[in-house]
Nanobody, 120 residues
Framework: QVHLVESGGGLVQPGGSLRLSCAASGSIFSINNMFWYRQAPGKERNLVARITSTGVTNYADSVKGRFTISRDNAKNTVYLQMNSLKPEDTAVYYC??????????????WGQGTQVTVSL
């Protein structure tokens, strides 16, 4: 079993910054791709950013140039640095990790979500 703990959400004014963290622990042999998703009230959960095991990154068009995803493999942690935040970035942010066990079985796990609110 794998457990994810997210942190770093909160209330910020437009133009401000936040850094989200998601730490994985448990039965992990290796972590493959790591993701951040977000879900605004009444809307679907959408992909924000992805980082592969080799550090290749991809972003949703709406956050390109403002958000940066990174990972610390030694800590099994993925980060999302969010700059120039806009009210439309308000959502619950979820991390998702793709984990391989020692038997090379791949499984996906969600974090509990952290609220990000961008408002005056």
């Amino acid at each position: 079993q794998v457990h994810l703990v997210e942190s770093g959400g909160g209330l910020v004014q437009p133009g401000g910054s936040l850094r989200l963290s998601c730490a994985a622990s448990g039965s992990i042999f290796s972590i493959n791709n790591m993701f951040w998703y977000r879900q605004a009230p009444g809307k679907e959960r959408n992909l924000v950013a992805r980082i592969t095991s080799t550090g290749v990154t991809n972003y949703a068009d709406s956050v390109k140039g403002r958000f940066t995803i990174s990972r610390d493999n030694a800590k099994n942690t993925v980060y999302l640095q969010m700059n120039s935040l806009k009210p439309e970035d308000t959502a619950v942010y979820y991390c998702y990790v793709d984990v391989s066990s020692r038997l090379n079985v791949r499984s996906g796990y969600w974090g509990q979500g952290t609220q990000v609110t961008v408002s005056l």
